[in-house]
């Protein structure tokens, strides 16, 4: 399963995360898998996307930086997929009345 990862940093303190990037690497236990990150240009914001199967292994990840950042996150679908899902329950396009 893909979860969309919000990260604030803690007093907008990204020197201290990407130390502990460096010195610790990012903390992921086996089985939960870093996609990709965006991070805000005033460096407000990280945005990830991590894979893992059990939300389990998320927590622990989030326990390892919750003293650096604070979380929100966001279990999503790739829109492919979302697409495949809906367009067999779409109904035809209603012609236009004419009046």
Do not use: H, K
């Not at 990012?26 to 914001?45: H, K």
């Not at 996150?73 to 209603?94: C, G, K, M, Y």
């Amino acid at each position: 399963m893909l979860f969309m990862v919000i990260e604030r940093f803690r007093e907008r303190d990204a020197r201290a995360v990407y130390r502990r990037l460096r010195d610790q690497d990012r903390g992921t236990p086996a089985g939960l898998r870093y996609v990709d990150s965006w991070i805000e240009a005033n460096f407000e914001r990280c945005f990830q996307i991590m894979e893992c199967e059990d939300a389990r292994l998320l927590q622990e990840w989030v326990a390892f930086w919750s003293d650096l950042v604070e979380f929100e996150i966001v279990p999503v679908v790739p829109s492919a997929d979302t697409r495949a899902l809906i367009e067999p329950r779409l109904e035809a396009a209603p012609e236009a009345r004419s009046t």
